[in-house]
């Protein structure tokens, strides 16, 4: 009970401070759903990186980060923003995602340290000596591409647009 009590303190004085229109979650179960979402083609990186693939697919901080190292896209914890355009035109085969995915990654840079500070906070799995800023950065990108999806793959069904509204009006008030 004191731990519930704690909690509900600590949790009123952060919900107040978000906009009233962000209290009520959309309908709509999963962005995902509404934006087609390009191939992603990593196979130009198997020769470097196989050793990490996982079913097939490149999913694990161990592969991300080797692919971004390959890639010379990241340097310590920054990413190196022309060599990461470089990757994308690599990964994807349209201009027009290499550019949503870029603006992502350049969004993402801007965290850098708020990265750093939840990856500290999160307890990630160890997979053998390989750091999470990578795969962290992808996720990040990953994300920004569904909030800023081409409208020649969005659905534009009215429940996509207000997640979509959602996400990008409300969801760093609410993660900070």
């Given at each position: 009970?004191?731990?519930?009590?704690?909690?509900?303190?600590l949790s009123v004085p952060a919900l107040s401070a978000v906009d009233d229109s962000?209290?009520?979650?959309?309908?709509?179960?999963?962005?995902?759903?509404?934006?087609?979402?390009?191939?992603?083609?990593?196979?130009?990186?198997?020769?470097?990186?196989?050793?990490?693939?996982?079913?097939?697919?490149?999913?694990?901080?161990?592969?991300?980060?080797?692919?971004?190292?390959?890639?010379?896209?990241?340097?310590?914890?920054?990413?190196?923003?022309?060599?990461?355009?470089?990757?994308?035109?690599?990964?994807?085969?349209?201009?027009?995602?290499?550019?949503?995915?870029?603006?992502?990654?350049?969004?993402?840079?801007?965290?850098?340290?708020?990265?750093?500070?939840?990856?500290?906070?999160?307890?990630?799995?160890?997979?053998?000596?390989?750091?999470?800023?990578?795969?962290?950065?992808?996720?990040?990108?990953?994300?920004?591409?569904?909030?800023?999806?081409?409208?020649?793959?969005?659905?534009?069904?009215?429940?996509?647009?207000?997640?979509?509204?959602?996400?990008?009006?409300?969801?760093?008030?609410?993660?900070?």
């Open positions: 009970m004191l731990h519930l009590l704690t909690w509900l303190l962000c209290a009520q979650r959309p309908e709509v179960t999963a962005l995902k759903n509404c934006c087609k979402l390009p191939n992603l083609d990593f196979s130009s990186y198997n020769s470097q990186c196989g050793q990490y693939l996982v079913n097939g697919a490149h999913i694990t901080p161990c592969s991300f980060e080797c692919i971004f190292q390959a890639a010379k896209a990241l340097n310590g914890t920054s990413l190196l923003m022309p060599n990461i355009e470089k990757m994308m035109k690599t990964i994807l085969a349209t201009d027009e995602f290499v550019q949503v995915y870029v603006e992502g990654f350049r969004n993402c840079s801007a965290q850098e340290q708020l990265m750093i500070k939840t990856l500290r906070r999160r307890r990630m799995p160890v997979t053998g000596k390989c750091a999470s800023m990578a795969l962290m950065y992808g996720l990040c990108a990953h994300r920004h591409f569904y909030r800023y999806c081409p409208d020649s793959v969005w659905s534009k069904s009215p429940g996509c647009n207000e997640a979509r509204e959602y996400s990008i009006r409300c969801e760093d008030q609410l993660t900070g």
